[in-house]
């Protein structure tokens, strides 16, 4: 059986004189314009490496938004052996950088749809541009990220003699809040809300101390704020919704299906992606989410207009 190279990129898109543009890339050694990729490091998540690969090759620092279609192709592998490559895709817009380019390419251009399809050499990379313009008019492709964390692996309630709010995480929490940190950076999270209790606090305290903000705690989050008042929390997710800033909100087990039915009432019942987007958060309320696991709801529009577009869900 062929082995599998697990790779990411991005689709860099902004909208210049009212035309959408893309970005590629070319690369000097194959003589072909593509998409920035690479594969992903051990242990990487895609999301990461997508992120990562197309400031290595680009020279430009992007956040992602809604998935686009995965790449499955076949290649030679370091030994000349036959290996099948999985390249995951995200729709993402430029924050920032310098543009200067690393040595495996040459240029970067920005070309509008049209032109995109005509440079493009193979034609598996057309999928993408073709989803692309798809959620664009659709008025799916400008979107903002709403992240839902359960905390990460704490210490145990059966070795814990103290308050349960006090309650830290363990080694392995500590290793997936870096996780959730890397993660959240890639979809540019700018704003910080967990719950009062420390083990939320600390599943998304690295995250904001590499972001230079601070966390807002807010104690209807918790386990106990949440059993005396449900819905407090349910207006949390409200004003999140509200501001359409992109947002992480770090929480509870027992606390997390209902701000995930928040998120489903947001599905459109007539969008292409609502049936996907709908099984989603289904399975993440049955299951409450796994400690440290990433949910991340993509929503066009604030306030009442907020409509979730698409949905993904990130194990650390």
Known sequence: MPSLIPAAGTLPWRRRHGTLEVALVHRPRYDDWSWAKGKLD????????????????????????IPLPTSVYTVLDAAGAPATKEVHYWAATVTGGSGELEHEIDE??????????????YGRDREQLLALVRADRERRLRTWPLVLVRHAKSRPRSTWGGDDRERPLDAVGREQ??????????????????????RCVQTVEPYAAGLGARVKVKDALSEEGFAAAPAEAVRHMERAL?????VVVCSHGPVLPSLLDVLASRVPADSPCSAVATEHLAAAADSA???????VAHLSGSGRGARVVAVERIDT
């Open 289 to 295: 989410m796994r400690k440290g696991e990433v949910l």
């Open 177 to 198: 809040a870096d996780d959730v940190a890397r993660v959240l950076a890639a979809y540019g999270v700018q704003r910080v809300v967990s719950s009062s209790s420390l």
């Open 42 to 65: 051990p242990g990487e998540q895609p999301s990461v490496a997508a992120a990562r690969e197309t400031l290595e090759e680009t020279g430009l620092h992007v956040s992602l938004g």
């Open 242 to 246: 509200d501001r359409a800033q992109p």
């Open 108 to 121: 970067v251009r920005w070309v509008d749809v049209r032109t995109a399809n005509d440079l493009l050499d």
